[in-house]
Antibody
Framework: EVQLLESGGGLVQPGGSLRLSCAASGFTFSNYAMTWVRQAPGKGLEWVSAISTLSGSTYYVDSVKGRFTISRDNSKNTLYLQMSNLRAEDTAVYYC????????????WGQGTLVTVSS | QSVLTQPPSVSAAPGQKVTISCSGRSSNIGNNDVSWYQQLPGTAPKLLIYENNKRPSGIPDRFSGSKTGTSATLGITGLQTGDEADYFCGAWDTSLSVGVFGGGTKLTVL
């Protein structure tokens, strides 16, 4: 059974940093691209970032470019999202998801971790 | 404002059929596959349809997908109260090199 467990969310002040983790199990992690998707309170889904199987390619939505860094450790079956210079508009539940190699779908989703940016 | 356009809400009676539209452009829906997601209240999204019209294992055939040009449609037949959820379409945008979603459609089963 595929399991994705996000952690690292919490309350952070504007301008602060957080690192989210996503521990994966139940599938061969290194064979799949991975994606982060967020959902602001009461809002829709927003695609944030994706990374290829061997970390050779990374992609970011414009609003997080230069502030967020996606990475993965295939030896630990873990996906990361390093977030810096956080803004109020980054407040959301962050989901990690298993993607296909074309990044055009998210097959499995974690339960999400809440990031709140507020003073 | 979302890159893909969905109606904010749809409704129908139990047992009836409903369709949800998703409109995009050539850089996303027009040249890439569309996926659909169901998000039940308080839960994470779940993949419902991929590659425009394919259902993952465990998804009942009451759910269907189609795509024509730069638009896609999700169909749900035999509506049940348990189908009340938010539904999102998604695709890769080749021009932006990012994934894109619709704003979501809230389904109410009256």
């Amino acid at each position: 059974e595929v399991q994705l467990l996000e952690s690292g969310g919490g309350l952070v002040q504007p301008g602060g940093s957080l690192r989210l983790s996503c521990a994966a199990s139940g599938f061969t992690f290194s064979n799949y691209a991975m994606t982060w998707v967020r959902q602001a309170p009461g809002k829709g889904l927003e695609w944030v970032s994706a990374i290829s199987t061997l970390s050779g390619s990374t992609y970011y939505v414009d609003s997080v470019k230069g502030r967020f860094t996606i990475s993965r450790d295939n030896s630990k079956n873990t996906l990361y999202l390093q977030m810096s210079n956080l803004r109020a508009e980054d407040t959301a539940v962050y989901y990690c998801a298993v993607s296909n190699l074309n990044y055009d779908r998210a097959d499995y989703w974690g339960q999400g971790t809440l990031v709140t940016v507020s003073s | 404002q979302s890159v893909l356009t969905q109606p904010p809400s749809v409704s129908a009676a139990p047992g009836q059929k409903v369709t949800i539209s998703c409109s995009g452009r050539s850089s996303n829906i027009g040249n890439n596959d569309v996926s659909w997601y169901q998000q039940l209240p308080g839960t994470a999204p779940k993949l419902l349809i991929y590659e425009n019209n394919k259902r993952p294992s465990g998804i009942p055939d009451r759910f269907s997908g189609s795509k024509t040009g730069t638009s896609a449609t999700l169909g749900i037949t035999g509506l049940q109260t348990g189908d009340e959820a938010d539904y999102f379409c998604g695709a890769w945008d080749t021009s932006l090199s990012v994934g894109v979603f619709g704003g979501g459609t809230k389904l109410t089963v009256l």
